[in-house]
């Protein structure tokens, strides 16, 4: 089998200090990013800080930065590479570091939790509930999100802007509220939560979200642009001065 | 010595581990009005249940409205070769369609049959189409669903955390010690109840579907803290994981992929599984094609043998690479593209598609893949009573992939997700109640907390000693050459030494660097449970002197009646695994009566 030479730069430090630091490694056939962090681990640098699970793109855990691109390192093969190329890997830089490429993702925990839940109708009369799998598919794109956060990483609302993470969700969140709206049984109305707490005023559809996510979800197109278009008709002036003199309109429920 | 520096908290019930079994069991608990701890060793969201695919066993009758619980019952104790515990099984079975419909009350989205119902696919071994699923991502869908109805509910989620030791107070658990993985420093949760949900073994084995967190950390503390374990020699090897690129050898291809009509053929593209049907199975599986391609339609046929349960599929496709009929890179070929349009390949089995085309450079809409066996789940597990999934040690409960006697000496594909949440659920309820009817203060004990410490610090600046990493790699070749899916006594007895000569090594473990989220220090606490789960899987596997589901004695190559009436044993004794035979629970004579009636 083919081995290859290749220089990683791979970002060692913590909290407030750091730097790349060279590793020699040999790369086989077949082999990705993360396999070949596992090697430095297991052969130069035991400490070496990551995050992983399944090394199959199913759980999310190894996000990090490749050659400044924002991947999976269990979906990034090595062969997309030039031979001898050096190749530089650091960690998710909206977040915190902790340590190496292992940052402090509590911000989206946190995000996660504001989200106002579900809240479906009642089941029918045998307990059971019917949904058409037309209806189901289109909340479902949103549901193979693995919470990688790789949108929320290179997400400049955020990226270069702490001061807006207190009133902005990220993209991970605004297609968790797609998908929670698009629920063919949901009862909730979160317009409210979408423009004053989850910010979606505050994206500018660059579609950077889009362009990273591991799972192609159309972040963008399927999930925030249909979000703000239902602001706007909510926020049009004309409609809201009708709405002050008529009262408001009834749902049909 | 300077007492050692630990933060601590309290709760009633303390749930170890948040994958299915773990996050049903908390949102119970708090459902009982208790205080809840849950403790995960990696982010939210990220445990193994989030890579399951296939789907979640239940008869709700929705494609096959022939389907009962007590088919599934059934079904379930035949593809355990009838050592399962009965009670677990009727439960289990007859629990499964609730808790399915409350997932979905939960927000789950499975994919719809044509009246807009949960649909339901084929999987080995199930006699009917009963796999609730969404497309071949059901994992996803059950921990997301799950994951999000509990942060709304009082829990106190204790992310990167790893549990090293339970704590009791007497008799009685109270609580447990760890430290947490991002800054290294240490945490003790005192709690009345102890929920083990910490899944399974199989970092163990070289080739595996199983991730870094599966170290048997459960199994492991249940034993240290004087609980017993049973089954433990069962071991599933899935018979179809990724064999080429080296990197991602053992990586899961879901059975949907047989259970949507793919087909296992060698490299004179013969289905040999045609070869390979047991005399325990001839009376319902297909001897011919034809019947075989025509079971998936119409259910008067018999069926296909590429969904035979999966020891007998993992044996039999062990059998065809040693005859040398395997496929290039040592495994054998699944085909799904010659069988079904691409189109729907691609509906059905997205990640699969998607797994091989980025990882492989495989299109399966167009070639078949390559796979062979892989180690993905423990039969065995801490013994629990049925009802109430109480282990031996009061205060102690286990559920999911740790707790033992479910599945017998093999699982059926899809009863996993479902035995989360049924016993998730079980042992949620359950150790609540235990929590609120205990009376008094449970007081841990100090002195073993600083014991426990100390020596969770030693291999930090030793001199000399070893890179934890080649002390794992070590023990993964033994267990996967010596007690792999074919097992010998005399290469059983070799691994029981290489065994003890690991943990000696162990002993001697270096690690480099400071506490703060120290992949090698994480490695070398991990060795303890590893190289313990390693030792009773070898040792129930000596004791038992017959091949039976997830156990195959190349010296005893037969299925023997005697042996199908007890369960191996293991518990510490002064320091020991100590090995004994135990009667299987006796199943009542009505259960009796479902297997006669029918071959």
């Not at chain 2, 299915?20 to 982010?43: D, F, H």
Request: proline fraction near 4%.
């Amino acid at each position: 089998m083919a081995t290859t030479t290749f220089t990683m730069k791979v970002f060692r430090g913590q909290a407030g200090h750091g730097d790349f630091r060279d590793y020699k490694v040999d790369v086989e056939e077949g082999m990705v990013v993360l396999d070949v962090i596992h090697r430095i681990q297991a052969t130069q640098a035991p400490d070496l800080a990551c995050r992983w699970n399944c090394k199959a793109g199913k759980c999310g855990s190894c996000s990090a930065e490749v050659n400044g691109k924002p991947r999976l390192m269990c979906m990034t093969r090595m062969d997309i590479f030039q031979p001898g190329e050096t190749i530089s890997v650091a960690p998710m830089r909206t977040f915190p570091l902790v340590r190496d490429l292992v940052t402090d993702v509590s911000y989206n925990y946190v995000k996660a939790r504001q989200v106002p839940p579900l809240r479906l109708k009642p089941a029918d009369p045998d307990g059971k509930y019917r949904m058409m799998q037309e209806d189901v598919d289109r909340a479902q794109e949103f549901h193979k999100c693995i919470e990688c956060f790789l949108c929320q990483d290179v997400c400049h609302v955020i990226r270069d802007h702490e001061e807006h993470k207190p009133a902005f969700s990220g993209p991970r969140f605004l297609i968790k509220i797609a998908g929670l709206d698009m629920h063919p049984l949901d009862t909730v109305d979160r317009s409210d939560f979408v423009r004053a707490q989850a910010g979606v005023g505050l994206c500018n559809i660059t579609k950077c979200c889009t362009e990273v996510c591991p799972e192609h979800i159309h972040i963008t197109d399927n999930g925030i642009i249909p979000m703000k278009e239902r602001m706007a008709d909510n926020y049009d002036p004309i409609v809201w001065l009708l709405r002050k003199f008529r009262g408001a309109r009834q749902e049909p429920a | 010595m300077a007492k050692t520096a630990y933060e601590t908290h309290e709760h009633d019930v303390l749930v170890i581990g948040a994958g299915g079994a773990g996050l049903r069991a908390a949102i119970e608990a708090a459902a009982q009005g208790v205080s809840v701890g849950l403790v995960c060793k990696s982010l939210l969201g990220k445990a193994h249940t989030v890579m399951a695919e296939g789907g979640i066993a239940a008869a709700m009758g929705n494609v096959w409205p022939e389907d009962n619980w007590q088919v599934h019952f059934r079904d379930t104790m035949r593809g355990g070769k009838m050592l399962n515990n009965w009670r677990m099984a009727q439960l289990h079975a007859q629990e499964a369609p609730d808790r399915v419909l409350e997932l979905e009350r939960f927000g789950a989205l499975f994919d719809r049959t044509k009246d807009g119902l949960i649909s339901q696919r084929d999987f080995g071994g199930h006699r009917y189409a009963r796999l609730a699923h969404v497309g071949d991502r059901t994992g996803l869908e059950m921990i997301r669903t799950l994951q999000y109805h509990a942060i709304h509910q009082g829990i106190d989620v204790y992310m990167e955390c790893k549990v090293e030791r339970l704590l009791k107070d007497g008799d009685r658990i109270a609580g447990a010690f760890g430290y947490w993985r991002n800054t290294g420093e240490f945490v003790l949760f005192k709690a009345k109840a102890v929920v083990l949900a910490t899944g399974g073994i199989g970092k163990a084995w070289k080739v595996t579907s199983n991730s870094w967190e599966y170290t048997g950390d459960g199994h492991s503390t249940a034993l240290w803290a004087g609980a017993d374990l049973i089954d433990m020699e069962f071991v599933q090897f899935h018979p179809t994981g990724m064999v080429w690129p080296p990197s991602v050898r053992g990586i899961l291809v879901t059975e949907s992929v047989r259970g949507d009509g793919g087909t296992l053929k060698n490299k004179d593209g013969q289905r040999f599984m045609f070869n390979y049907i047991p005399e325990f199975f001839k009376g319902e599986t297909a001897d011919n094609e034809k019947e075989a391609d025509a079971w998936y339609t119409d259910k008067k046929n018999r069926r296909t043998p590429d969904l035979l349960p999966r020891d007998e599929v993992a044996r039999a496709i062990n059998s065809e690479v040693k005859a040398g009929r395997g496929s290039p890179h040592g495994g054998v070929f699944l085909d799904i593209c010659t069988r079904r349009p691409a189109d729907y390949i691609r509906k059905r089995l997205p990640s699969m598609y998607h797994q091989f085309k980025e990882l492989a450079g495989v299109d399966i809409t167009r070639e078949p893949m390559e796979v062979g066996p892989t180690c993905h789940y423990v039969m065995g597990g801490v013994r629990v009573d049925a009802d109430s999934t109480q282990a031996t040690v009061a205060g102690l409960f286990a559920a999911g992939e740790v707790a033992g006697g479910m599945h017998g000496s093999n699982r059926l594909g899809g009863n996993s997700l479902s035995d989360l949440l049924v016993f998730g659920r079980r042992a949620g309820l359950h150790a609540a109640l235990y929590a609120k009817n205990l009376g008094g203060q449970l007081v841990a004990d100090s002195a073993q907390v600083e014991s426990i410490a100390r020596a969770m610090l030693e291999p930090f600046g030793r001199s000399g000693g070893e890179n934890p990493y080649a002390i794992q790699a070590d023990l993964q070749e033994t267990m996967q050459n010596l007690v792999g899916i074919i097992r010998t006594e005399a290469e059983m007895r070799q691994a029981l030494a290489t065994i003890e000569a690991l943990k000696e090594r162990a002993r001697k473990v270096r690690v480099d660097g400071g506490r703060l989220y120290n992949p090698g220090w994480h490695v070398a606490l991990d060795l303890a449970s590893l190289l313990t789960v390693a030792e009773c899987t070898t040792r129930a596997a000596l004791e038992r002197q017959e091949s039976r589901g997830g156990h195959t004695r190349d010296d005893h190559p037969y299925t023997d009646d005697t042996w199908g009436k007890v369960n191996v044993v293991l518990r510490l004794r002064d320091g020991a695994v100590q090995v004994s035979r135990e009667p299987l629970p006796e199943m009542p004579a009505e259960l009796r009566a479902l297997f006669q009636e029918r071959k």
